[in-house]
């Protein structure tokens, strides 16, 4: 379905004002949107941690498997996108997989774009949005449901467009990434200090990088540092010791099992399969 062409019943829209905390996968009957008011913790979606902070939004479909760590203040709504169980008022608490009846989800339907968690940073119209819905299903005044639903449809498209946005935003930064690894492969440490350099979250940059690449930023460095000890071996009398250490790697032993695992064989092997070179910049 067409976002356009929702027409959303929110079931529930509540606060939740102390500690919002799981222990172990649950999963949803509806689809869930959370907006963080305050406090910390982490969201885990799909066997995946997300960090939260206050403003951070997100939404997802029916049947996902989550659950919170941490002491938050959340705004919460339960909704479907069309009203054909508008006659179901009560939310049904999310259950382990394991008891999951998926006769009992509300809604099948699911809106283009919205078939997978989206998770961003709420603005304040946003959340504006969110708490009016918030107050307008408490008060239960007149018109109440249609005036949520149509702000709960505009803010579904509000994400949306912010989600394009940000995919374009993020193939950038995943360019910028991956040419600054393949330019310091050899000195970046670890995660953290390549998130630190361009300013984000190292999980946040995990996740560009493995949209753009299909590949972990583990994996991502490795293979970088791996090509170019490949010229080092084409193009220098270097030995495997010096290359290893050259390449960023703590030792020989962990050079050459990682060299073996990309390329096949081992480093010495490769130097002697593969015409010297000499490299010239």
């Known amino acids: 379905m067409?976002?356009?062409?929702?027409?959303?019943?929110?079931?529930?829209?509540l606060i939740q004002p102390a500690v919002f905390e799981g222990e172990s996968p649950r999963i949803a009957f509806d689809h869930r949107i959370f907006l963080i008011l305050g406090g910390k913790g982490v969201i885990y979606i799909a066997g995946r941690e997300y960090p939260l902070r206050e403003n951070d939004l997100i939404c997802f479909p029916p049947e996902t498997e989550y659950y919170f760590r941490g002491k938050m203040k959340v705004a919460v709504l339960n909704f479907d996108l069309t009203r054909a169980f508008q006659d179901q008022r009560t939310p049904i608490t999310p259950v382990p997989r394991e008891v999951y009846d998926p006769v009992q989800r509300f809604d099948p339907t699911v809106a283009d774009g919205f078939d997978q968690p989206?998770?961003?940073?709420?603005?304040?119209?946003?959340?504006?949005?969110?708490?009016?819905?918030?107050?307008?299903?408490?008060?239960?005044?007149?018109?109440?449901?249609?005036?949520?639903?149509?702000?709960?449809?505009r803010l579904l498209v509000d994400i949306l467009e912010k989600r394009d946005s940000m995919r374009d935003l993020n193939t950038r930064l995943a360019e910028k990434i991956l040419l600054y690894i393949r330019s310091n492969a050899a000195e970046i440490k670890s995660n953290k200090e390549l998130?630190?350099?361009?300013?984000?979250?190292?999980?946040?940059?995990?996740?560009?990088?493995?949209?753009?690449?299909?590949?972990?930023?583990?994996?991502?460095?490795?293979?970088?540092?791996?090509?170019?000890?490949?010229?080092?071996?084409?193009?220098?009398?270097?030995?495997?010791?010096?290359?290893?250490?050259?390449?960023?790697?703590?030792?020989?032993?962990?050079?050459?099992?990682?060299?073996?695992?990309?390329?096949g064989v081992t480093p010495l092997a490769y130097r002697t399969q593969v015409p010297h070179q000499t490299y010239r910049l």
């Open 118 to 153: 989206t998770l961003l940073s709420a603005d304040d119209e946003e959340r504006e949005i969110i708490m009016r819905i918030v107050a307008a299903l408490a008060l239960k005044a007149p018109y109440s449901d249609a005036r949520s639903s149509a702000e709960l449809k």
């Open 195 to 263: 998130g630190k350099a361009f300013g984000y979250h190292p999980i946040y940059i995990a996740a560009v990088v493995k949209q753009k690449t299909g590949k972990t930023l583990h994996r991502t460095i490795l293979e970088e540092r791996i090509h170019l000890a490949c010229r080092f071996l084409r193009s220098t009398d270097s030995s495997i010791e010096q290359i290893a250490f050259d390449t960023g790697f703590s030792s020989r032993n962990h050079f050459c099992t990682v060299f073996r695992g990309i390329m």
């Open 2 to 13: 067409n976002i356009s062409e929702c027409n959303p019943f929110i079931r529930a829209a």
